[in-house]
């Protein structure tokens, strides 16, 4: 394996459970915004003015949130370094963390009963989703210390991502004795 490669892997968010009610909570408040809007338009007589500022405003509001519930996962892996973003939008980008991959405590299918125990069992204090939905497959986690730059201090932190059979063969390269492959993978 090229020591230098990059690989990089990027999941939509899946419109279920709390993404498609936070959806729909955000097109409740756009309508009640525009009637709001004419509501005060009526009552004080300038309707015609606010026909103008409505859509305009509008849009604004719309610009700025629906990116939120509008999100993209990403990891990409250079040089060993395991680098986690989520995407509003497809406009901005954020960084969450970036870790080694060979300072894993453990990357494992969530899948293995004893291995999901092994990760409620290390007891982390941030938890990372990078999957599309909980039902995805082919779901495993990584087990790692964050460390705070504020702090200096590393608290214990899990990271749920969707795995490619490529993403496997990088971790097993860079931490060999901390990942775990399932029959199917290997």
């Known amino acids: 394996m090229n020591e230098f490669a990059t690989y990089e ?3 939509s968010q899946r419109k279920e459970g709390k993404w498609r009610l936070l959806r729909m909570l955000l097109i409740a ?28 405003s509008l ?28 995407i509003y939008g497809n406009r901005s980008r954020r960084k969450i963390f970036e870790v080694a991959l060979r300072d894993a405590v453990r990357i494992a299918p969530l899948e293995l009963e004893e291995e999901a125990a092994r990760g409620t069992a290390y007891h982390p204090e941030r938890e990372f989703m990078g999957i599309s ?18 702090n200096r201090e ?18 097993r390269f860079y931490n060999p004795s901390g990942t775990v492959l399932t029959k199917t993978t290997r």
């Open 133 to 150: 939905s909980l039902y995805a497959p082919d779901i495993y986690f990584m087990l790692f210390e964050l460390s705070d730059q504020k």
């Open 29 to 56: 408040g756009y309508v009640l915004y525009v009637l709001s809007i004419l509501f005060i338009g009526m009552k004080y007589s300038i309707i015609a003015p606010l026909l103008a500022f409505i859509p305009l």
């Open 154 to 171: 590393k608290r214990r932190a899990i990271f749920y991502f969707e795995a490619t059979a490529k993403m496997l063969s990088i971790c």
């Open 59 to 86: 849009w604004v509001i719309v610009f700025i949130t629906w990116r939120y519930v509008n999100i993209d996962y990403e990891y990409s892996v250079t040089s060993g370094v395991l680098t986690f973003t989520k």
């Open 9 to 11: 892997f990027a999941v």
